[in-house]
């Protein structure tokens, strides 16, 4: 996470004891962040489709993943790839590509994330101490940057976890559950 770290969240939000003083502190290194955040973001409206510019853009409370669930981290060099026999796989000729999917809060839309051209796949998962389901526990917040001719998007949980994937296309689907 570039912009969005544990330190700026947990200050922001007074966790760890925080005095008020230090929250309110925290509260406007927030805002600043979240502005050069929105700045940089606008650089990449070109280079991601218009969906997922209105999702990293706007996408919060009910529109976007805070305290959503991670279904799902998958990654591979042959993801569409089906064992069989049919089909060879075609060695040194794929690319490695990370699939991430996420359950709203309110569990009316199902979010997924599929990065190709993966050049980096960074996880520091772990399951919440004081997790009743010992699960990896709800997503914070997330983040979309750009390095160089690459992207990167950053998941930061509210445990601490975090995922981090630098890659070369995005495709952002969302779909309405009923």
């Known amino acids: 996470m570039r912009y969005f770290t544990y330190d700026v969240i947990s200050a922001a ?7 008020k003083a ?14 050069k955040y929105k700045e940089q973001l606008e650089s990449l409206e070109s280079r991601i ?34 064992p069989g026999g049919e089909q060879p ?5 794929q690319r490695l590509s990370v699939v991430v999917e996420f359950l709203n809060y ?3 839309a199902h979010y997924m994330f599929d990065l190709r051209k993966v ?15 010992k699960s990896v526990g709800d997503l914070y917040t997330y983040e979309l940057n750009g390095i160089g001719d690459e ?23 969302k779909k309405r559950l009923k």
């Not at 939000?13 to 005095?19: A, D, F, M």
């Not at 230090?22 to 502005?35: I, S, W």
């Not at 997922?52 to 981290?73: C, K, M, N, P």
């Not at 796989?89 to 000729?93: E, G, S």
Request: aromatic share 14%; net charge neutral; charged share 20%.
């Open 106 to 108: 309110e569990q009316t």
């Open 89 to 93: 796989f075609l060695l040194n000729r």
């Open 49 to 82: 489709s218009r969906g997922a510019y209105q999702f990293f853009r706007y996408g919060f409370g009910s529109t976007g993943l805070h305290d959503a669930r991670l279904l799902s981290i998958r990654a591979g060099d042959g993801l569409n790839y089906v």
């Open 22 to 35: 230090e929250q309110r502190k925290g509260e406007a290194r927030y805002t600043l962040v979240f502005e």
């Open 13 to 19: 939000n007074g966790w760890g004891g925080k005095s």
């Open 151 to 173: 992207l990167e998007l950053g998941l930061l949980f509210a445990s601490g976890a975090t995922i981090t994937v630098q890659f070369g296309t995005l495709v952002f689907r």
């Open 119 to 133: 050049s980096r796949l960074t996880c520091d998962l772990f399951v919440e101490e004081e997790s009743y389901a």
